[in-house]
């Protein structure tokens, strides 16, 4: 029989007392931070695939007392458009895109609708860079030699395009393979939602890729308050000298702004 002591009673009523605390400690301090620092709940996935809905872009304005085809804008105030037919190498658009946001320009891009359909997430990309996006046609064809079928469907299938990825039909029509439309491709332009048809007064010629300092130097001859000039994506020349371009609106005192902001 073993002897149990008041010492030995006294360690052991400690030892259990000293147990049942710190049970109890540990399970407050359990129920504690779940309570006090709860596991953050997971927010559900933001859609990216085709599923998702995006912010509408915006839509055509109308400009009253604005004929239906623009060439430029107001001649009274220090802007310019700098607008971009949009096709070719995606990395070349968004080098352009980039170096532009760089300078705080803004641009105005007439993409392609075959082009959107190669490359669909660069529409977005244009929008939230603050761009203007608008339609150049479905294949770039010479549309206004076009039966007016075929001419509309040029039209409403790359407006198709941009409202399906943007929520808009986009800002702008610019004809393909021209730079003013016929009366029938503006008469289609307008039934399609598009109150103006955008052409341009300064032509860069970069297409003929003759080299950035030839481009700067066309741009910088001929452009002057309240113009449009028309640019490409594609052409290496035209990202080489969009920084020189820049420099000189700037030194000149013109900004760069959108096609919207032009007309506003």
């Known amino acids: 029989m073993v002897r149990v002591t008041p010492t030995d009673r006294r360690t052991a009523l400690r030892t259990g007392a000293g147990l049942l605390a710190a049970g109890a400690l540990s ?15 997971a927010s559900p996935p933001t859609p990216t695939g085709p599923t998702a809905t995006p912010a509408a872009a915006p ?3 109308r400009y009253p007392g604005l004929p239906a085809q623009l060439t430029h ?19 070349l658009a968004h080098s352009l895109l980039t ?9 105005t891009v007439l993409a392609v609708g075959t082009w959107l359909d190669e490359h669909p997430d660069i529409a977005r990309r244009i929008l939230d860079g603050g761009h203007d996006l608008g339609n150049h ?20 299938a790359c407006a198709d395009r941009l409202r399906r990825l943007t929520g808009s039909i986009g800002t702008w029509f610019r004809p393909s393979r021209a730079p003013q439309a016929s009366p029938l491709v503006a008469r289609l332009a307008r ?5 103006h048809v955008l052409s341009y007064d300064v032509d860069s010629l970069d297409y003929t890729r003759p080299g950035a300092d030839a481009v700067t130097r066309k741009v910088a001859a001929e452009v002057r308050d309240g113009s449009v000039v028309s640019l490409h994506f594609g052409y290496p020349d035209t990202v080489q000298a969009l920084p020189a371009v820049l420099e ?3 030194h000149r005192g013109l900004s760069a702004v959108t096609t919207t902001e032009l007309f506003s």
């Open 99 to 107: 170096e532009a946001e760089k300078h705080g320009a803004h641009l």
């Open 248 to 250: 000189e609106l700037a």
């Open 137 to 156: 046609t479905q294949r770039h064809l010479a549309v206004n030699a076009m039966s007016e079928a075929d001419a509309r469907s040029e039209i409403t």
């Open 59 to 61: 839509a055509p304005r």
């Open 73 to 91: 804008g107001p001649r009274t105030r220090p802007r310019v458009a700098l607008t971009f037919h949009g096709q070719g190498d995606p990395a």
């Open 27 to 41: 399970a407050g301090c359990a129920t504690h931070g779940a309570v006090a620092h709860p596991a953050p709940s």
């Open 191 to 195: 039934d399609a939602g598009y109150p």
